[in-house]
């Protein structure tokens, strides 16, 4: 599938704008574990997946943009677009950045693709944000490096509304083939961390709904432990990080706030659970791994209520089956993605939760097989 997408891309662009410049790459994000703690300093193990965007581009002899997005067939010329379509804003967005700080005046064609389930949860929002960096920064000699592109990434992904940490972003520019990311989000430094899964399969299951409230719920979730840690700073009498606190050391909270308490709790907890997750690996211990993916789960739904009836429907599922160690709901949450670890002979077959899902919910689930590949790439046309 990826090739033809890519190919296709290219063979589009010709007919519409000519000879492409440049062609860039830029992957989808899944995580095994490690969910919310981004923006808390926290630990994370996310990977870059294989199934991709794909950006063509070339320099204009003027100072106009037109954008092309092949899987909607819409072609427009930024700024000049009435509805501009939900897309173009990220664009929108990255020009602005950039031309506040570069001063960008050179026009371009660009025309952009993707085989990454859009708005599945698996950030094709951050691929666009990166792809379309890197492409700029190629086109027009901008000499970014990568951890600049992550960053103004980030920044302009805030500008639009999601104050999201940069876990998905260092996964997109820095992915690499079998390993997954061990990012530590308060250093903002990583590790590679060997995945030779033996024939065990990452499996996610798109539940096919993206509930509305995602930003403002997930920038409460940030503003609510961030309040939790000003309490417990308070208590202690020093200005800690969430990496040197101890569930005791949160304990008193409980009788305060029960819903602080949660949000603190999940943070904790989960940043433990990551640790464990690098052990596990390490060992080759996939139940443990699977075990503690459940426990995220858990976790996501009842101390940060970040959960949703069809993503629990699907990882309660999942965790009763005798052929899957583990399952958990992965990124911001309010739908998307469950993420579960299969063990080893899984043929594709889940075809009763594939039934009974659209039996309770009316939705087909999306079931994908996602391994860690490379990240984000300029690519030979
Ligand atoms: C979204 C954000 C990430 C991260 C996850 C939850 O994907 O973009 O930064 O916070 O949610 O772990």
Same mark, same amino acid.
């Given at each position: 599938?990826?090739?033809?997408?890519?190919k296709?891309?290219?063979?589009?662009?010709k007919?519409?704008f000519g000879?492409?410049?440049?062609?860039?790459?830029?992957?989808?994000r899944?995580?095994?574990?490690?969910?919310?703690?981004?923006?808390c300093?926290?630990?994370?193990?996310?990977?870059?997946?294989?199934?991709?965007?794909?950006?063509?581009?070339?320099?204009?002899?003027?100072?106009?943009?037109?954008?092309?997005?092949f899987?909607?067939?819409?072609?427009i010329?930024?700024?000049?677009?009435?509805?501009?379509?939900?897309?173009?804003?990220?664009?929108?967005?990255?020009?602005?950045?950039?031309?506040?700080k570069?001063?960008?005046?050179?026009?371009?064609?660009?025309?952009?693709g993707?085989?990454?389930?859009?708005?599945?949860?698996?950030?094709?929002?951050s691929?666009?944000?990166?792809?379309?960096?890197?492409?700029?920064?190629?086109?027009?000699g901008?000499?970014?490096?990568?951890?600049q592109?992550l960053?103004?990434?980030s920044?302009a992904?805030?500008?639009?509304?999601?104050?999201?940490?940069?876990?998905d972003?260092?996964?997109?520019m820095?992915?690499k083939k079998d390993?997954a990311?061990?990012?530590?989000c308060?250093?903002?430094?990583?590790?590679?961390?060997?995945?030779?899964?033996?024939?065990?399969?990452?499996?996610?299951?798109?539940?096919?709904?993206?509930?509305s409230?995602?930003?403002?719920?997930?920038?409460k979730?940030?503003?609510?432990?961030?309040?939790?840690l000003?309490?417990v700073?308070?208590?202690?009498? $020093? %200005?800690? =990080?969430?990496?040197e /606190?101890?569930?005791? @050391?949160?304990?008193?909270?409980e #009788? &305060?706030?029960t819903?602080?308490?949660?949000?603190?709790?999940h943070?904790?907890?989960?940043?433990?659970?990551?640790?464990?997750?690098?052990?596990?690996?390490d060992? $080759? %211990?996939? =139940?443990?791994?699977? /075990?503690?993916?459940? @426990?995220?789960?858990?976790?996501? #739904? &009842?101390?940060l209520?970040?959960?949703?009836?069809?993503?629990?429907?699907?990882?309660?599922?999942?965790?009763?089956?005798?052929?899957?160690?583990?399952?958990?709901?992965?990124?911001?949450?309010?739908?998307g993605?469950?993420?579960?670890?299969?063990?080893s002979?899984?043929?594709?077959?889940?075809?009763?939760l594939?039934?009974?899902?659209?039996?309770?919910?009316?939705?087909?689930l999306k079931?994908?097989?996602?391994?860690p590949g490379?990240?984000?790439?300029?690519?030979?046309?």
């Amino acid at each position: 599938m990826t090739p033809t997408r890519k190919k296709k891309v290219v063979a589009d662009f010709k007919t519409r704008f000519g000879e492409p410049e440049c062609l860039v790459r830029a992957p989808g994000r899944a995580n095994i574990i490690g969910e919310h703690v981004d923006y808390c300093e926290g630990l994370v193990l996310p990977f870059a997946i294989k199934q991709s965007m794909y950006f063509c581009g070339k320099r204009r002899n003027d100072s106009l943009v037109y954008l092309h997005a092949f899987d909607y067939s819409k072609t427009i010329q930024l700024e000049s677009e009435k509805e501009a379509p939900n897309w173009s804003k990220y664009f929108l967005q990255i020009i602005n950045l950039l031309g506040k700080k570069k001063g960008l005046n050179q026009g371009f064609d660009l025309s952009f693709g993707s085989d990454i389930p859009i708005g599945g949860g698996v950030s094709s929002s951050s691929a666009l944000c990166c792809g379309f960096l890197l492409l700029l920064n190629e086109l027009l000699g901008l000499r970014l490096s990568k951890r600049q592109i992550l960053n103004l990434a980030s920044e302009a992904e805030h500008g639009i509304g999601l104050r999201g940490g940069k876990m998905d972003q260092t996964a997109i520019m820095f992915g690499k083939k079998d390993k997954a990311i061990f990012l530590d989000c308060k250093n903002e430094t990583h590790q590679f961390i060997d995945l030779s899964l033996e024939e065990n399969k990452f499996v996610l299951f798109d539940t096919g709904v993206k509930h509305s409230l995602v930003d403002s719920e997930y920038n409460k979730r940030r503003e609510e432990v961030d309040l939790a840690l000003k309490c417990v700073c308070k208590s202690i009498g $020093k %200005e800690v =990080s969430f990496r040197e /606190l101890t569930l005791t @050391d949160i304990a008193f909270l409980e #009788k &305060e706030s029960t819903v602080l308490f949660n949000r603190i709790s999940h943070v904790i907890s989960e940043i433990d659970r990551v640790k464990q997750s690098v052990k596990a690996i390490d060992a $080759k %211990e996939y =139940s443990s791994l699977g /075990l503690l993916m459940n @426990d995220s789960h858990r976790s996501l #739904k &009842e101390r940060l209520e970040v959960s949703c009836n069809e993503l629990d429907f699907i990882a309660e599922h999942l965790q009763r089956q005798a052929n899957v160690y583990g399952a958990r709901m992965m990124g911001g949450g309010f739908g998307g993605n469950v993420i579960a670890l299969v063990k080893s002979g899984y043929s594709g077959g889940f075809n009763k939760l594939t039934s009974d899902y659209e039996e309770r919910f009316g939705i087909k689930l999306k079931i994908i097989e996602v391994e860690p590949g490379k990240g984000a790439s300029i690519e030979k046309i």
